[in-house]
């Protein structure tokens, strides 16, 4: 369906209309919170100038941006790729076709690492598969003293989490590396020195995509949700490398999808290299992050 704006007069009332009608006519089940968003974005009219200057006429272009934006929503890009930010930890960050979109329960990675690194001790961390760099910029904002290793094997993901490092301020104390996993980090004497180590490696199995939200399947990279044969393919790998670069005691936190905690910890467990300390659950109440210590 394409929504191309034809030049007619309407108020800010009847555009919003429209924009409902559009957004609910594709299946977009918050089609009045969204439409209200993209008018905030599109024309910077907020939720009150909507409800006490409904009747103010809105200029033919003004309307056609506001249409285009429907239609890109209607279209079901996510609209946080129309809006062009999201919030994470508490700060924003800008995201974009080249990464994922963070999501709130991620956020319970950074909280396992604040737990275990102490502020002011100067903690080095990896965070590997960085994307957006929301969990690097997290942490390196929250523990001034800490230095941040961010590895991915996307240069585009990189860009962005540069320009996300930068907009927090804390682009000098986040080293982004280009590469598969802990191979950028080798030959930077980096091996045994690190507090903690945080994935959120793609982790949907092969043959699931088909069951993704569009907003998910269609616009997000393939590089960022593919997991492999069970979908633990990375999480598999990161257990078997961090040993090398974190100190004893260390910390290796590991965000899963659904139903995939027990697997992980058992993995880890049979290896041998670790102690599982927790596993905690979303706000969904599925279990979500794994956190193992390493032995020694
Ligand atoms: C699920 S996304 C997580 C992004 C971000 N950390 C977050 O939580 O929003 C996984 C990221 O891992 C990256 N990635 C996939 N395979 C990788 C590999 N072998 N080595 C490094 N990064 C990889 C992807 O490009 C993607 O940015």
């Known amino acids: 369906m394409s929504h191309t704006a034809e030049v007619r007069p309407t108020t800010l009332a009847g555009l919003l209309r429209e924009g409902i009608s559009i957004l609910s006519a594709s299946g977009i089940r918050n089609a009045e919170h969204e439409a209200v968003w993209i008018m905030d ?13 409904g009747q103010r006429q809105v200029t033919a272009e003004d309307r ?6 429907f239609g890109r929503r209607a279209a079901r890009e996510p609209l946080q790729f129309i809006l062009g930010t999201q919030e994470f930890c508490g700060l924003e960050f800008e995201v974009g076709p080249a990464a994922l979109i963070p999501r709130p329960e ?7 690492v604040l737990r275990h690194c102490v ?10 598969g960085t994307g957006s760099g929301c969990v690097a910029v997290a942490l390196a904002h929250s523990l001034p003293s800490a230095s941040l290793y961010a590895t991915d094997l996307s240069p585009a993901a ?3 989490a540069r320009s996300n490092a930068a907009r927090h301020a804390v682009e000098h104390r986040v080293v982004f590396l280009t590469g598969d996993l802990f191979e950028p980090l080798r030959g930077r004497g980096l091996e045994g020195r690190l507090a903690a180590v945080v994935s959120n490696p793609p982790y949907i199995a092969d043959g699931e995509g088909a069951g993704l939200p569009p907003e998910v399947g269609s616009f997000e990279p393939k590089l960022a949700l593919a997991g492999g044969v069970d979908g633990l393919a990375l999480h598999r790998r990161l257990l078997d490398e961090a040993p090398e670069f974190l100190t004893p005691g260390g910390l290796l936190a590991l965000e899963v999808g659904l139903g995939q905690a027990d697997r992980l910890r058992r993995m880890a467990l049979v ?9 905690t659950p979303d706000a969904a ?3 979500r992050v794994v956190c193992f210590l390493k032995k020694g």
């Open 41 to 53: 974005f599109a024309l910077g009219a907020s939720r009150l100038t909507l409800r006490l200057e």
């Open 64 to 69: 056609s941006r506001a249409i285009e934006l």
């Open 106 to 112: 991620t956020e319970l990675l950074v909280e396992e």
């Open 119 to 128: 502020s002011g001790s100067h903690p080095m961390i990896a965070d590997i």
């Open 158 to 160: 990189l860009d962005l």
């Open 271 to 279: 290896g041998g290299g670790y102690d599982w300390i927790r596993t």
């Open 285 to 287: 109440g599925i279990e």
